[in-house]
């Protein structure tokens, strides 16, 4: 945001132009549709035309641990999944661009939503709530990436509010005291739940999921606040049971599958997602599916740069469901030759060379000269709209779903001294994925069963890295890699350094208030 509003400085003076492109407060907030425009486009700005954004971070928070590694055309996740990243890596800066880009749409929205109902104020409540949840979340996932970040809650109306142009960096707690102050605004003014064209929003039973994941986050590792735990408990129980889950539209699927199918989009499992789709304003819709499948899955031209070791693959029951939708193990391929394959030839994951191999030719499919694991697909598996650049898919990004839901409040009543409680919410999702019922009985061995469902029911949904920093077990994860997992390059060994990412080095340049983080 600070370098954009420099950016628009340096160019004032060689260029006047009436900006068509964007309207004026009067006009913006002259009425309640223009409110409600003005908050949707606060959802919109979660949404990216930034072909490298969304992919950006999927890679922060999801290839950090022992079982990330290659896909086939090498790791596009390099240099973070072997946590050889600096300052001025390219990531850094993409999402923390987009996150604050919704910060700063937000504000406009909570500072001028009352001018769109003059004498009616409480009629923008809803509106001022929706926005308080969107930026609320995008603090959320700053915190977690880069610890304290600027604390920017109102709207940055002209150059001369240095104050928050150029805000020092808050610390973690006063970062989590703003995300839960916006949540709590907005639980008692939203719906418990949304339908119809509305269907998306975030509701009453958005924040109260959102509220228990900030309260179990703030419990482990930096904060330590276990009273939180106890808190989480009694946040997440009220959405959990045969009345709450009616009362806020909630449930588990009863197929694995269905959750992720276009045409299930925004079902009851979904707590929060943001719509990507294909059209003139955004061509590129949702990318990781061109970045993450396999070779000829859907369309024959998708980019797998990104993959899981077979080590993870072993880790489900045989019948799981979730095993072989979350892990592409075979596939026939589909789409145009590519790599020696043609239309309807078998590709299976070989374990023991670490390829897909074609089974007609016998031969690898695609490289062949490095070790490389199994392609993720816990996506929608079907083809780009017509007409889309290749990497141009129309799919809902799913951010939170209702199992995330069972398996925190699972993990809370187990540090709560309530393992018995537990177990049934975590042979819940197990059911459900036609898994085995877990025995697990104690509090150490729940809390590993626990920790590992997260893993089989979680991976590749914005959580795998931030539910380790908060257990703090990141050191036990590195020192679990192997050699093999990282492509002609080395993996770095564990440093307190990396229990967090650098602020982006041009934020460093750009305000001489922020401070890096230790160790970078």
């Known amino acids: 945001m600070l370098l954009a509003l420099l950016a628009i400085a340096s160019c004032k003076d060689n260029l006047e132009e009436s900006p068509y492109s964007s309207l004026g407060k009067d006009v913006a907030f002259k009425d309640e549709d223009g409110l409600n425009q003005a908050t949707i486009g606060v959802y919109q700005a979660w949404t990216t035309t930034d072909h490298s954004d969304i992919f950006n971070r999927f890679v922060l928070a999801e290839s950090g641990h022992r079982y990330a590694t290659a896909g086939i055309l090498g790791s596009g996740a390099d240099p973070y999944y072997r946590f050889a990243h ?28 009352k001018l769109a109902v003059p004498g009616e104020e409480e009629e923008a409540d809803p509106y001022i709530a929706e926005a308080r949840v969107l930026r609320a979340y995008a603090y959320f996932n700053l915190v977690r990436l880069f610890g304290g970040v600027p604390l920017i809650l ?35 003014i939203l719906p418990d739940s949304r339908g119809g064209a509305e269907l998306g929003r975030v509701s009453a039973g958005t924040v109260k999921a959102l509220m228990g994941k900030v309260y179990l986050t ?33 449930e588990l699927l009863p197929n694995f599958a269905d959750v992720f199918a276009l045409a299930n989009e925004r079902n009851r499992e979904i707590v ?59 596939y026939a391929f589909t789409g145009g030759a590519r790599a020696g394959a043609e239309p309807g030839d078998s590709i299976i994951y070989d374990p023991k060379t670490s390829h897909y191999l074609n089974q007609r030719t016998k031969e690898p499919f695609s490289h062949d000269d490095f070790k490389y694991g199994i392609a993720f697909g816990k996506l929608a598996r079907e083809a780009r709209p017509a007409g889309a650049p290749v990497q141009g898919y129309s799919s809902d990004l799913i951010e939170m779903r209702f199992s995330d839901v069972l398996l925190m409040l699972a993990e809370a009543l187990v540090e709560t001294g309530k393992p018995a409680d537990a177990l049934p919410l975590l042979n819940r999702v197990r059911a459900r994925a036609k898994a085995a019922p877990s025995k697990a009985a104690g509090t150490a061995a729940l809390r590993t069963a626990i920790r590992t469902e997260r ?8 959580n795998t890295v931030f539910d380790i920093r908060r257990w703090g077990t990141l050191q036990e994860e590195i020192g679990a890699m192997t050699d093999e997992q990282i492509v002609g390059n080395v993996l770095v060994p564990y440093a307190p350094r990396l229990e967090l990412y650098p602020i982006p080095q041009s934020q460093i340049d750009a305000n001489p208030n922020l401070r890096q983080n230790d160790g970078w």
Request: without cysteine; glycine residues 6%.
């Open 86 to 113: 600096t300052p001025v890596s390219g990531a850094f800066e993409s999402v923390w661009a987009r996150f604050y880009k919704i910060i700063y749409r937000a504000n406009t929205v909570i500072g001028n939503a």
């Open 154 to 188: 109102k709207e940055i109306g002209s150059f001369e509010e240095k104050d928050l142009i150029f805000a020092p960096r808050a610390t973690d707690a006063e970062v989590y005291e703003a995300i839960l102050a916006d949540l709590a605004f907005a639980e008692t």
């Open 218 to 250: 703030m419990a482990g590792k930096p904060l330590n606040r276990t009273e939180n735990y106890q808190k989480a408990v009694e946040k997440l129980s009220e959405l959990v049971g045969a009345v709450n889950e009616e009362k806020y539209d909630m």
């Open 272 to 330: 929060l997602s943001f719509g990507y789709f294909v059209n003139p304003s955004n061509q590129n819709g949702n990318i990781l599916p061109f970045h993450l499948f396999p070779s000829g899955l859907v369309n024959g031209d998708e980019q797998t740069n990104y993959g899981l070791t077979y080590d993870f693959y072993k880790l489900f029951d045989k019948t799981d469901t979730r095993r072989d939708y979350t892990l592409v193990s075979r």
């Open 455 to 462: 893993r089989l029911e979680l991976s590749g949904e914005f």
